[in-house]
């Protein structure tokens, strides 16, 4: 027994020295009981300490490791931390704000420990039965060596970055000056992505949103969204796309939007610069014919739905191929009906009312009123009639056309009319033909009744000579019968 006893005590002090020595400091049943690992002297309840070289690694590191084996899922390693007020033998409930347990984190400033970082799990709210609320906080120290919260996620799952009280699930708060005396927008973004640029070919590609001032002698905000541009050389933004403003304008190309939506581009001469595009594709990208791509203008009504009031679209004439060709259709609301009341066709004819133009330019399916309307015609004005070339028909010719034809020369008769509708440039141009054709043959009438005018008198006044030369004669007849006498 005695040599049984002996070889225990031999290995147990064997082992003292081979493998590791716990030593305590004060009175075990104190609470101020310390334990070392590493170290003799333990600067708190529980002190690891490693100045040693691992074998696998090239430094030392103070390692804490726990591991566990159990078939339950949810048993893994635990790490507990644990707070309440009072005393051990008398626990009282936490409130709102105490620290339940932290993690530091320090490092050496070349004379002493500095805090450079906390992880701290606090109360936030009132304790209840069964219920102690908390919120995970990220302290870290600043270049003026000062920790402050970073980071916070509330109770409610709300992250806050910048603020302590985060009301939505991801609040970013910049507290620093946007600075609104004339600066766009402040330098230092609210929001940023980024990733690698392709390697020998492009810099890290980013985004970023900045919060600002609407503008000068504004209190209004305004959001910009960055992106790179074409000469980066230092992965950051330098091209800004879009703006909103806090009146609800949103500017594309512009940072002063002046409407709803205000698209801006840098015209390049010679060249079509494409604002806005509308695509609809069938399946398997295999357009067909029929309605295409369309800008819809809705009507509230409430408490139904909203109400189609108009409609820009374009419609396919047939099956999509390099010919195809398509029409650009406005439609309105009428009485609850949409349909097309302006059509462009393809070829460029317009149709109001109707989309068969019969090959016109311009073709009105209704009446047409107009305070003025101007016709210029390609071919030549009819004045070429007072041309002293032109040859006047004989009004025995037109009469003889007239009792054939029943209707003027080079006028369209009515059943013409009834078929094919009328010119009015061209018809406007006969007529006034035939209204200078009827003034040379007014002309010319004007002329024989003068002519015959003075026809007439001058047989008037050989009448009166020789009435005067016969009344004369009477006279010497009469003076001569008397003398007989």
């Not at 916070?152 to 708060?173: E, K």
């Not at 709803?260 to 609809?280: D, F, N, Y």
């Not at 398509?326 to 097309?340: E, H, M, Y």
């Amino acid at each position: 027994m005695k040599k049984n006893l002996l070889s225990l005590a031999i290995m147990l002090f064997g082992c003292h020295f081979s493998y590791a020595q716990w030593t305590t400091t004060g009175t075990p049943t104190t609470i101020t009981n310390t334990v070392g690992i590493g170290t003799t002297t333990p600067a708190y309840p529980f002190h690891i300490y490693n100045t040693t070289t691992r074998s696998t690694n090239s430094g030392s590191y103070a390692d804490f490791g726990i591991e566990s084996f159990n078939n339950t899922g949810w048993q893994g390693s635990h790490l507990y931390f644990g707070r309440a007020r009072g005393t051990a033998t008398a626990p009282l409930a936490t409130i709102s704000g105490d620290y339940l347990g932290w993690l530091d984190f320090y490092g050496h400033d070349g004379t002493s420990f500095q805090r450079s970082g906390q992880i701290v799990l606090v109360a936030n709210g009132a304790p209840s039965s069964g219920i102690v609320p908390g919120a995970l906080l990220f302290n870290l120290a600043g270049s003026d060596g000062v920790n402050a919260e970073r980071m916070r996620i509330t109770g409610a799952g709300n992250v806050g970055i910048g603020t302590t009280n985060p009301t939505s699930n991801l609040q970013i708060f910049e507290s620093s000056d946007s600075k609104p005396g004339g600066v766009v927008a402040p330098t230092k973004s609210v929001f940023k992505l980024m990733r690698n640029g392709t390697s020998d070919y492009s810099y890290n590609e980013s985004a970023e949103f900045r919060i600002g001032h609407g503008g000068p002698s504004l209190s209004g905000s305004k959001l910009d969204l960055f992106v790179n541009g074409a000469s980066n050389t230092n992965g950051a933004p330098d091209q800004q796309v879009m703006s909103w403003l806090y009146n609800g304008n949103v500017g594309i190309g512009t940072t002063t939007p002046a409407a709803p939506l205000h698209v801006s581009k840098l015209m390049t001469p010679g060249a079509v610069t494409e604002m806005l595009r509308l695509e609809i594709r069938g399946n398997n990208s295999d357009e067909l014919a029929g309605e295409g791509a369309a800008i819809n203008f809705y009507t509230p009504v409430t408490p139904s739905p909203d109400a189609l009031g108009a409609q820009i679209y374009s419609f396919r004439e047939s099956a999509v191929n390099a010919t195809s060709t398509t029409s650009l259709r406005f439609a309105t609301n009428n009485a609850g009906t949409v349909s097309d009341k302006l059509v462009i066709s393809g070829s460029g004819n317009v149709g109001i009312g109707t989309a068969d133009t019969k090959g016109y330019k311009l073709g009105v399916n209704g009446g047409i009123i107009a305070t003025a309307v101007t016709v210029k015609l390609y071919a030549d004005w009819a004045d070429y009639v007072f041309n002293k070339d032109y040859r006047l028909p004989s009004l025995t010719e037109v009469k003889t056309y007239i009792d054939q034809n029943h209707h003027l020369p080079e006028i369209p008769s009515a059943q013409q009319v009834e078929k094919d509708g009328i010119n009015l440039g061209e018809m406007n141009k006969l007529l006034l033909k035939k209204v200078e054709e009827l003034t040379l043959y007014l002309i010319e009438k004007d002329k024989e009744v003068k002519a015959q005018e003075q026809n007439n008198y001058t047989l008037e006044t050989k009448l009166k000579i020789q009435q005067e030369q016969i009344d004369q004669l009477n006279k010497k007849m009469e003076l001569l019968v008397n003398k007989i006498k």
